[in-house]
């Protein structure tokens, strides 16, 4: 795929954090495309979820969107997009994933719908199942000490599944 440009005149800094582009917003938070950068050059593109300014002050969300990220961090499975840091940086609360390069599953069935094209079936199969594997892998999970985590995604939708270019399917943001 085309990489995205990184000379946007409206990229600004949080932390390590460059920001790129706005790739979402919801009520309580902003997801960017960020550039996180660190020693010798290192350089890699993430979705990064900030928590919206005016939720800060709220200790409960702040508290909840911290848990979040704690326990979706433990979870390394191949259909969960997967948390790669999470902290505070310039006064803002940051949790970065891991940036699946594709489209969320909710813009490419209407996509689809636009332009009369129908999903094998297939491939809508292959999807559901890829799906199903990482949820059933988030409520399976166990911690360090074997524990059970009783995790479950409380925000399942088309939206919070995202297929990459080359075909992965992963579940993101497990719901605040």
Known sequence: GVAPRLDLPEMFRIGRYIVVRRLGSGGMADVYLARAEGEAGFERLVALKVIQDEMVSNPKFVSHFLDEA?????????????????????DKYVI???????SDLERLIHSAARRQVFVPVRVGLAIVRHICDGLHFAHQAVDARGEA????????????????????????????
Request: proline content about 2%; charged content about 25%.
């Open 149 to 176: 985590l009783h995790l479950v995604h409380r925000d399942v939708k088309s939206a919070n599944v995202f297929v990459s270019r080359n075909g992965d399917v992963k579940v993101g943001d497990f719901g605040i």
């Open 96 to 102: 970065a994933m891991e940036y699946v390069d594709g």
């Open 70 to 90: 704690r326990l979706a961090s433990q979870l390394s499975h191949p259909n969960i997009v997967a948390i790669t840091d999470l902290g505070k940086a310039d």
